[in-house]
């Protein structure tokens, strides 16, 4: 375990070594972000990780990712979001996301109100995300939807999922819902909702989520970017004191920045 000032074993500047954020929004995009895609990947490079993961709500980031990875030398990963941007659950948008290297396909965000879950293009595109290997996120869906998306990618033997930030507002998961869901897929914790600005949650919700999932179920990431944040990389530092803080080990936080992220990536 390490301390909030870091012991000898875990200096700040090897603290992110290896670790990947799944969950980054940058710039371009309709809403201010704080850093270009070359920027984050950059400054997340000079850190020693592994990977990010570029999201988007309004276009798809494959290409931008591919881009970023050449002009940087990390890896970056990009997906596509199915909001009305795109089409909704559009299979000929994972398709040729699949084709142009995009390993995530987030279900609606911002426009999951307005998307009706069609079994029969769901099925496509879960049958899309399996056979290209992809990752399979559940966006903003309600508990309920989730559950009917899991049951799904059950049926279709869909292993690659992960549902995104259980814990906010837009999604609330109860802790057995959250327990139920970590039967079939990771729980992917976001630091940004702990922030002002959005949800203000206490990180001591996010630690006992994690305590009675278990960590070996769990992802953390930051979904930071927005203008009003510090940047990505801050986020990851800020969120792994946090957790070490109240108490989770350090082969804890290394099983959920790095080992269990890197198992549905790569």
């Given at each position: 375990m390490i301390s909030m000032n870091l012991s000898d074993e875990v200096k700040e500047s090897k603290l992110l070594d290896g670790f990947i954020d799944t969950h980054i929004h940058t710039s371009p995009d309709v809403k201010p972000r704080l850093l270009t895609d070359y920027e984050s990947a950059l400054e997340a490079k000079e850190r020693g990780m592994r990977t990010i993961v570029l999201k988007s709500h309004v276009e798809p980031t494959a290409g931008r990712a591919h881009l970023t990875s050449m002009m940087t030398g990390l890896p970056v990963i990009g997906g596509v979001t199915l909001n009305l941007n795109v089409g909704g659950l559009n299979p000929e948008t994972v398709r040729s996301t699949a084709l142009m290297g995009g390993k995530i396909i987030?279900?609606?965000t911002v426009h999951h109100q307005e998307i009706k879950l069609d079994t029969d293009a769901l099925e496509e595109i879960l049958h899309l995300v399996k056979d290209h290997s992809m990752?399979?996120?559940?966006?903003?869906?309600?508990?309920p939807e989730i559950f009917q998306v899991l049951d799904l990618c059950h049926s279709l033997q869909v292993e690659k999922v992960m549902v995104n930030h259980p814990l906010t507002r837009v999604v609330g998961a109860s802790l057995d819902e959250?327990?139920?869901m970590a039967r079939h897929a990771y729980l992917e914790h976001c630091w940004v909702a702990t922030m002002p600005r959005h949800d203000n949650l206490s990180p001591e919700v996010m630690f006992e989520a994690i305590r009675e999932?278990?960590?070996k179920h769990c992802i953390l990431a930051t979904d930071f970017g927005q203008a009003h944040n510090?940047?990505?990389?801050?986020?990851?530092?800020?969120m792994i004191a946090s957790m070490v803080k109240q108490g989770i080990s350090w082969e804890d936080i290394k099983l959920m920045c790095?080992?269990?992220p890197e198992k549905l990536l790569f």
């Open positions: 987030w279900l609606p990752v399979l996120a559940t966006g903003h869906l309600s508990p959250q327990r139920e999932v278990g960590a510090p940047s990505p990389v801050q986020g990851m530092q800020m790095q080992d269990n």
